[in-house]
């Protein structure tokens, strides 16, 4: 893994326009903040919790299986293939995304296997869920107006990663990680690692933050715990490899309301970015005066 992982890191300083310093850079001693491809826009990541028949939904997590068949359908007649996350990103480092969009499911609900695994297979797709590491086989507890739904098991975990499911780890606990003592963290991110990796018998490199919460040392925390990325959800100054955004997907979601999300998404990237470059000249400007 660590080879493969080399592999795309000089592949990626080979195909853009990172400056050479920085591409030469461990990830270890990169920026947080750096974009998930230097200079261009974030990859177009779909965010699902729960796909199943639900009379009631006061998080609005669930989209029901049609519409979730028919949102699927929509995004491969437009020649869309939906994909892992971990897969968006090594494409991406090869240039090759451009007809990809990461499809994510939050929480590892069961539901995910009984509905969304049969229809993505039937469009060749792959996607990647976060499961809550100690919570296998328990239900939603945390969400405590909701109806409780079951999670996935630790035999349905393992079987999905056999397939080439991604399987990424969603903390522990389902706890938001800002405001976490440094200890917690470095548990909630290496621990949950460990123990998901036991499960799957391979590598876990794609984390996503409970809630889409992240702040600067929780995003620290994900990249020395040794992941590869992370996924957020809202678009924020911490935009990049462990911060992706993500565009949440309900039952409401058809056709022009997909392509209407889209284009929001592509707005809020050009503004990040814009405001990440308005920063960094600031910046120049305050040490250019005090020097
Ligand atoms: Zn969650």
Redesign the pocket.
């Known amino acids: 893994m660590d080879n493969e992982r080399g592999t795309v890191r000089s592949a990626r300083a080979g195909v853009t326009n990172a400056p050479p310093d920085r591409a030469r850079l461990p990830r270890s001693r990169r920026p947080v903040g750096e974009p998930a491809d230097p200079g261009s826009s974030s990859p177009w990541i779909l965010m699902y919790h729960s796909v199943a028949v639900e009379e009631e939904d006061p998080y609005q997590l669930t989209v029901s299986p049609e519409r979730f068949a028919e949102q699927i359908a929509w995004l491969h007649k437009r020649g869309r293939r939906g994909v892992s996350v971990r897969e968006l990103m090594r494409a991406r480092a090869h240039g090759r995304d451009d007809k990809l969009v990461g499809l994510t499911f939050?929480?590892g609900y069961a539901d995910f296997a009984r509905y969304a695994v049969p229809i993505l297979q039937a469009y060749g797709f792959t996607a990647t869920a976060y499961v809550v590491a100690d919570l296998l086989g328990q239900d939603n507890g945390w969400d405590t107006e909701g109806p409780r739904k079951k999670l996935l098991t630790v035999e349905e975990v393992a079987e999905l990663a056999v397939a080439g499911w991604e399987i990424g780890s969603?903390g522990l606990g389902?706890r938001a990680l800002p405001g976490l003592a440094a200890d917690d963290l470095a548990v909630q991110t290496r621990e949950s690692r460990r123990l998901l990796e036991e499960v799957v018998g391979g590598p876990v490199t794609g984390f996503c933050y409970?809630?889409g919460a992240v702040d600067a040392p929780a995003a620290l925390a994900v990249r020395d715990a040794g992941y590869d990325y992370a996924c957020a959800i809202a678009h924020s100054p911490l935009t990049g490899r462990f911060a992706l955004p993500r565009c949440y997907v309900g039952d409401r979601d058809g056709a022009w309301r997909l392509r209407a999300k889209k284009g929001r998404h592509r707005l809020r990237d050009a503004v990040t970015e814009l405001r990440r470059r308005r920063g960094t000249r600031a910046e120049r400007a305050v040490t250019e005066r005090r020097s």
């Open positions: 939050d929480d969603h389902h409970p809630y």
